[in-house]
């Protein structure tokens, strides 16, 4: 019991007290959901980058393997009027190789059983600035269906294809590469839609060989 006379004093946080202390979690909740939102933004902008030029790669490696397994008119059934490889600045038709590969089967590989080695009609194309990669059987008839995949979008692209003698050709075959030749090396720039800039020196086996 309280003694007459005097005043006791209650003890808490007056409203000025709450008031600031309110206004201080707020500055604070503000200033975490930025940080939190920030480490969110770039994340993801790093996952966009890496998916990008993990796609870039995955493209450009083909292209490559492509370019390398090409084979010139006298390895395919083509006539002699007609050439396994036939290219421009922006598109690229060849026909080949595929090598036999092993069939897996429960986890294991029999070395017995494989896909028997082919010849693949490749055609590397630009169309509504992406590039597109279409595949059919190289024995398939002018009437069947190409396999169309979009690989990547493009900016620009720009291949030449070198001769012999060494000149850079925007056209293959021409008058300085005969039907049926392939060229020493092709040369491309490659520029992504976020104008990421690739050169490629391709040079195919079958010219190695």
Known sequence: ????????????????????????????????FAGIFTLTTAHQQMDDTVHRLNRDNAALSLFQQDIKMALGQRLTAQPATTSGFAADTGSVRLQRFNPAEAIPRQGMVNPVKQHPATVLSVRWFVRDRTWYRATRAAVSTDYAAWQEQPMMPLENIRCQYQAVGGGLLDRWPSREAPVGDLPVAVHCRITSEYNRLYELTLTPWQQIW
């Open 1 to 32: 019991m309280n003694s007459p006379g005097f005043i006791t004093k209650q003890q808490g946080m007056t409203l000025l007290e709450l008031l600031i202390a309110v206004a201080l979690m707020s500055v604070i909740a503000v200033m975490a």
